[in-house]
């Protein structure tokens, strides 16, 4: 059994973060104090219906008010979320006791069910491999890979998109990276640095709203007076996602060997 306390305080803490403007006004709230009247403007809501959005919120115990004078203030209380994640952490942790059981009981019943797979074995997805002759030396290449400044020059599918770039460049370290697209959607990735071996081999892992803990390891190589790179992409979910990340990953490479291209000839 699931256990937890409050539930009527869980009950609103839930009712408020159903709603997505109430989302919404959390993650403004979250970043600094807003008043009423600012809180209305990027809604276009009157001041008499974001103020119902904000009494749900106080009610749960998410917003805090502070009146000066004859402006009100709000900013966040973020204690009640506590409670609600502990909740939902007694939840996953309950559904994954169930479902160890019962791949124990199909381990017994059906003995196929004990033979370990990969999760591409499973789903029979191969890995995405891409290979690409740069005309740059390897050490050349491999502070393109490195380097953030660099980075945000080529790591992206389209030359008009932007990129901005953070990393601890260490076995274990992680990167961020943010990509905005023509529209100026967001594309944002993140990961963590498996296995660096300098100007041969870089192992991370690629996580973003598409996939998790998905592997990318680039290795380098000299062939024939080029530096050749093979990128191999493993751990996709399925054929779709692989193929989209496939284009990717080709116009990515391309924006490196361009750029490389150029830094030789200057």
Not at 11 to 19: E, Q, S, V, W
Not at 103 to 125: C, G, V
Not at 134 to 163: G, H, Y
């Amino acid at each position: 059994m699931v256990e937890y306390q409050s539930p009527q305080k869980l009950d609103l803490i839930f009712h408020a973060l159903a709603d997505s403007t109430r989302r919404e006004i959390l993650d403004l709230i979250a970043k600094r104090t807003y008043t009423v009247t600012e809180l209305a403007k990027p809604f276009d809501m009157s001041l008499a219906a974001i103020s119902k959005h904000l009494n749900v919120m106080e009610k749960a115990g998410l917003l805090r008010r502070i009146k000066k004078g004859r402006i009100c203030y709000c900013s966040l209380d973020s204690r009640p979320l506590s409670e609600a994640a502990q909740l939902i952490n007694q939840l996953q942790t309950f559904w994954e006791q169930k479902l160890t059981s019962l791949d124990q009981l199909l381990e017994q019943a059906i003995p196929e069910f004990s033979q370990p797979q990969t999760r591409n074995e499973k789903m029979k997805i191969s890995p995405l491999i891409i290979k690409k002759k740069l005309t740059a030396p390897r050490d050349k290449v491999f502070e393109a890979l490195s380097r953030p400044e660099i980075i945000n020059l080529w790591l992206k599918p389209d030359e008009a998109w932007k990129v901005t770039s953070k990393n601890t460049f260490e076995p274990g370290g992680h990167f961020e990276l943010n990509m905005t697209d023509q529209d100026g959607i967001a594309h944002n990735h993140m990961g963590e640095y498996k296995e660096i071996i300098p100007l041969k081999k870089i192992v991370f892992t690629w996580n973003s709203k598409l996939i998790k803990n998905t592997l990318v390891t680039i290795e380098l190589a000299d062939i024939d007076g080029f530096t050749e790179l093979t990128l191999t992409h493993d751990l996709f979910p399925d054929e779709e996602i692989k193929e989209r990340h496939h284009q990717g990953w080709k116009g990515c490479l391309e924006n490196l060997s361009h750029l490389l291209s150029k830094s030789s000839n200057n």
